[in-house]
Each structure stands twice: as C-alpha cells, then as structure tokens.
Nanobody, 127 residues
Framework: QVQLVESGGGSVQAGGSLRLSCAAS????????MGWFRQAPGKEREGVQC????????YTADSVMGRFTISRDNAKNTLYLQMNSLKPEDTAMYYC????????????????????WGQGTQVTVSI
C-alpha cells in the first residue's frame, strides 16, 4: 500500500504559477504509476496528467497541454505538478493518485483506475 499527502495549493492570480507536491509513504513507490486529478465544484473528477512508474511516459489532458508539467523523484518518493500560466478554469481541488497500472490503462487517465488517493489540495485562480 501507499499513503499520499498533497501540498502546495493556494490562491494565485491568472497567469501565475504554483507547484504541487505529493509525498508518498509505504513500499515500492517506484513501482506505482502516479497521476494528478482535479475536481471543480459540481463537476466530475478529471485527469490532468499521469506518469509511468519510471517517469518515462507522461500523459496530459488537452486543457493543460503546454502549461502543466508532471514529474517524479523516486529517490524522494515525491510526485510534482508544476503549473504555469494558470487560468480561472484551473480552479479546483487537486488530488494525487497511485496504482499499479499498465501503460494502456494509465493512458486513459481515468480516476476509477486508481486505488490510492491523497486528501487533496485546493488551487484557486482569480482574474
């Protein structure tokens, strides 16, 4: 099993940047595929970016392409999400997630495929 704790959320103006972190505890972090998901009020949870266990494959939602970058440091058991050029529509609760998945599965970026979740960190982008 793996336990996940997000941090780094906050309030920023449009055009600003934030860096989210997700600290993982437990065994074999480097075996898990990881993902960042978000959920805005009244909307379904959606995949933002996902990354394979080695970090060699990354999958990105069209809405954040060119603005967000997912990365992982397996030596530190930490997942990151660098968010640049933030827009008001990026406002949401952001969650990190983990599971043991093949590449075909992780490419779907579906929340239902991930079994381990953090508690979330709020990101608010104002005009």
């Amino acid at each position: 099993q793996v336990q996940l704790v997000e941090s780094g959320g906050g309030s920023v103006q449009a055009g600003g940047s934030l860096r989210l972190s997700c600290a993982a505890s437990g065994h074999s972090f480097d075996s898990y595929c990881m993902g960042w998901f978000r959920q805005a009020p009244g909307k379904e949870r959606e995949g933002v970016q996902c990354i394979s266990s080695s970090g060699g494959s990354v999958y990105t939602a069209d809405s954040v392409m060119g603005r967000f970058t997912i990365s992982r440091d397996n030596a530190k058991n930490t997942l990151y999400l660098q968010m640049n050029s933030l827009k008001p529509e990026d406002t949401a609760m952001y969650y990190c997630a983990a599971d043991l998945l093949g590449r075909q599965i992780i490419a779907r970026m579906s929340p239902t495929d991930f079994g381990y979740w953090g508690q979330g960190t709020q990101v608010t982008v104002s005009i």
